[in-house]
């Protein structure tokens, strides 16, 4: 299976900084076939469900503010927030849907307002 | 607008079993994967199963091998979760999930089920 680690676990930034967090998989998730790393990202606030953020790594999905961005290829990812707004106080995790399940998450890290 | 409906949910005790449903709307429900997720309380986010797009392979996470079945029945636009010899480690918020046009393997949440097991 793949393992994957977020980091850090949590995070404290001022509003209208920079939020930068990290993931990184066990193994690449990028094929070769379609030149795409099978890498996503949520954001998860409070009684909520998670909300899909950034798909195919660095693809923002419809709706999602262009302060949310997502790079990275293989078996490295980060999402940054360019500027934190005090909405985007969650949880966020990252998720690899590769070709064989289990379609694994990170843990999550915690994002707050410093 | 697309939406996913889980229902089923509830209390049972150790050993016991329930069936968890997600009726789907708004899109053509045959094309996507679709998935179970889950949630313990105050944890992250655990993929618990899903059934290819035609329903020929399905595929687990191990702590529920042979303990669950997940299977789909595109007329009714429903996929279920039958969950055997639940165990108290089970307890969690049971999200459906299904792909979408850009992506087929994930995308669209429910709003969850609860599941307690506790006797």
């Known amino acids: 299976d793949i393992v994957m680690t977020q980091s850090p676990d949590s995070l404290a930034v001022s509003l209208g900084e920079r939020a930068t967090m990290s993931c990184k998989s066990s193994q690449s998730v990028f094929h070769t076939p379609n030149n795409k790393n099978y890498l996503a990202w949520y954001q998860q606030k409070p009684g909520q469900p998670p909300k899909l953020l950034i798909y195919w790594a660095s693809t923002r999905e419809s709706g999602v503010p262009d302060r949310f961005s997502g790079s990275g290829s293989g078996t490295d990812f980060t999402l940054t927030i360019s500027s934190l707004q005090a909405e985007d106080v969650a949880v966020y995790y990252c998720q690899q849907y590769s070709n064989t399940p289990p379609w694994t998450f990170g843990q999550g890290t915690r994002v707050e307002i410093k | 607008e697309v939406q996913l409906v889980e229902s089923g949910g509830g209390l049972v005790q150790p050993g016991g079993s329930l069936r968890l449903s997600c009726a789907a709307s708004?899109?053509?429900?045959?094309?996507?994967?679709m998935s179970w997720v889950r949630q313990a309380p105050g944890k992250g986010l655990e993929w618990v199963a899903n059934?290819?797009?035609?329903?020929?392979?399905?595929n687990y996470v191990d702590s529920v091998k042979g303990r669950f079945t997940i299977s789909r029945d595109d007329a009714k636009h429903s996929v279920y979760l039958q969950m055997n010899s639940l165990r108290t480690e089970d307890t969690a918020v049971y999200y459906c999930t299904s792909g979408m046009s850009e992506v087929w393997e994930i995308g669209h949440w429910g709003q969850g089920t609860l599941v307690t097991v506790s006797s």
């Open positions: 708004g899109f053509t429900f045959s094309t996507f994967y």
């Open positions: 059934i290819k797009l035609d329903g020929s392979e399905r």
